[in-house]
DNA sequence: GTCTATAGCCTGATAGAC
DNA sequence: GTCTATCAGGCTATAGAC
């Protein structure tokens, strides 16, 4: 076994914060070094090379989408309410996503290893997503006329899309405008009681 | 004057290609050469560097981007309709966007004079959404309740982020089924006629 | 397991001929 | 204006000591 601290962790650690920060191609294997603090004995002896520390950062920020993402979605109230809930909780705005990032590295996009983590992450969320609607659906909350598959997508990709408008003004609130935007819609779409 | 076939131009076209292909910092300059088929004294002569090229080449991507948003939104029907065509005109949707992409390269948004035109171009984009939905509303097309600024970014931001949904599982339908749970959502605030 | 030293290649830019 | 030659420095990986 590993503890929490040894040079392997640090250089997952290391690696997932860069690829958000700066992505694939945008990331030394010598940056990463310097951000955990050990040689490159270490980084070659526990892994084959850039790509394959790579993969193993980007488990780990999918992990964590995934599961902040489940925290918000999964608990009480209605469906409108968990996606609100979902579309709210609070963001590193400016930031972007740790994994909706990766889809724009021109390396990651061409190579399976890199992008499947990346797809499932996504692919999760998605009908994660979808299933809170489809029990909205069920239970009258929700209008029956929209397809949950269409709507999870436009869901996720709403927050995918704000990100990069905020990036682009260096601006939150145009995420945070698409989000009241999208909500606004989603009403209109509530049964009422 | 210039000839429409002359290094410059070459230049900035190839830069241009490889910018929404590859992303800044996954753009050499001999990349960029070999493309244009050009000497690196071409390039030096022209421009100042690696990043004066490449403002150029976004300024081109932008230009290409607002024409091709324009052409769609200002044509003749009602509000919906036009931001139907809007979002359902043909796009190569795995290329993504070639100018949200930009959002992505961590030296375009740190630095100003590349990330401005970025930011220009989106805005400028949102910003005719805007309009469109702001005329449906006067003409008593479209609900008032919604505010047209979000509802544009949220329209800007599902397109935006249907591109990373589609590029991260390789498969386009996820950006249409983005679009059609956005248009279904915008059916539901069309007024009865 | 981790370190340092080394290697070949590429990057981004400059120099100077034509 | 455009070319080729050249440069210092960074990239990714390997070698071999400890």
Not at 37 to 44: E, H, P, R
Not at 138 to 156: K, N
Request: aromatic share 6%; charged share 25%.
């Amino acid at each position: 076994m590993t503890t929490a601290n040894d040079a392997r962790t640090r250089l997952v650690e290391s690696m997932a914060d860069l690829l958000w920060e700066r992505g694939y191609v945008g990331t030394s294997p010598s940056a990463v070094l310097n951000r955990a603090g050990v040689g490159q004995g270490s980084l070659y002896h526990h892994f084959t090379g850039k790509a394959d520390l790579a993969v193993a950062g980007i488990h780990r920020n999918a992990d964590t989408l995934t599961q902040a993402a489940r925290e918000a979605l999964d608990g009480p109230g209605t469906a409108y309410e968990r996606l609100e809930r979902f579309l709210l909780r609070d963001r590193d705005v400016l930031r972007g996503c740790r994994i909706g990032r990766m889809t724009q590295d021109p390396d990651v996009f061409t190579d399976d290893l890199l992008r499947q983590p990346v797809a499932e992450a996504l692919a999760g969320v998605r009908k994660t997503i979808a299933a809170v609607i489809e029990q909205g659906q069920a239970r009258g909350e929700f209008v029956r006329g929209l397809a949950p598959d269409d709507l999870a997508a436009t869901i996720l990709s709403t927050l995918q899309g704000g990100y990069v408008l905020a990036r682009a003004e260096l601006d939150e609130q145009q995420f945070h405008a698409a989000v009241r935007g999208l909500l606004a819609l989603l009403r209109g779409s509530v049964t009422a009681p």
